[in-house]
């Protein structure tokens, strides 16, 4: 394993790390927005529960109905989020295959690299786990939103005089809503996982950087003896 391999590996374990952590802040906006959503909708559900027990029931149907607005907004946000996941979660599953590709060659004839390398790849195998792990949550969750967005919009002007198609509404974007925020809970744990692993393995890589540009700088400072040449012969008497 060339020094130029160990640097390259190193970095491409870095750029996972970055990777997992702007995913990892990814899922806290989404806990965010899906949070958000669910306050809206108790929101929505408490003034179509009003509505059948005032008088001025229009008034609160039409409260319900701009929550439900507001409840469509917020599952807007989802689908640009989960795209950038994506894009995160797919940075740091290629940055970990890149790394593992440039360690399993590796010369473990020598005992620092093979230290080095039997140190840093579990730890690498967790992270691919991990990020292979999140994805199909990520889906789902986006799924789920989904349903709920489509729930909200089969509330219209026309349907909030029906008080029964807007608490179907409400009932099948609550339920849609709290299995997303599931979800994303188990999202962020799986997450929260993989960006452990990868700080450890940048951890490791960080080592191995300093081991080969020292190891690089003691063979500057040390170059190969040039073979001594024989002098002159000196003329025999």
């Known amino acids: 394993m060339t020094t130029d391999t160990t640097l390259s590996a190193a970095d491409a374990v870095f750029e996972a790390e970055q990777a997992v952590g702007r995913a990892r802040w990814v899922v806290e906006e989404l806990k965010e927005t899906i949070g958000s959503a669910l306050r809206v909708l108790n929101d929505a559900e408490l003034n179509s ?11 609160y ?4 109905g701009e929550h439900l607005g507001r409840l469509r907004t917020r599952c807007n946000e989802m689908p640009d989020l989960t795209h950038d996941l994506f894009v995160h979660l797919n940075r740091a599953s290629q940055s970990v295959t890149d790394a593992r590709a440039l360690l399993d060659p590796a010369d473990t004839s020598d005992p620092v690299i093979a230290s080095e390398v ?3 790849k579990p730890h ?17 969750a986006a799924q789920h939103v989904e349903t709920a967005h489509q729930a909200s919009q089969d509330v219209t002007a026309m349907g909030l005089l029906e008080p029964v198609s807007l608490e179907r509404s ?15 809970r188990l999202l962020g744990n799986v997450v929260d996982h993989a960006a452990a692993s990868a700080r450890e393995s940048a951890g490791i890589a960080s ?27 000196t003329p025999g008497r």
Do not use: C, H, W, Y
């Open 118 to 120: 039997a140190q840093l």
């Open 49 to 59: 529960a009003k509505a059948k027990l005032s008088e001025r029931g229009s008034f």
């Open 170 to 184: 409400i009932a099948t974007a609550g339920k849609e809503l709290g299995r997303a925020d599931e979800d994303v």
């Open 207 to 233: 080592e191995i950087t300093d081991n080969a540009r020292r190891r690089m700088s003691e063979q500057a400072r040390d170059p190969i003896p040039s073979p001594t040449l024989p002098g002159p012969r």
């Open 61 to 64: 149907l039409e409260a319900a």
């Open 124 to 140: 690498l195998a967790v992270v691919g786990e991990m990020v292979a792990l999140a994805k199909p949550f990520a889906q789902l």
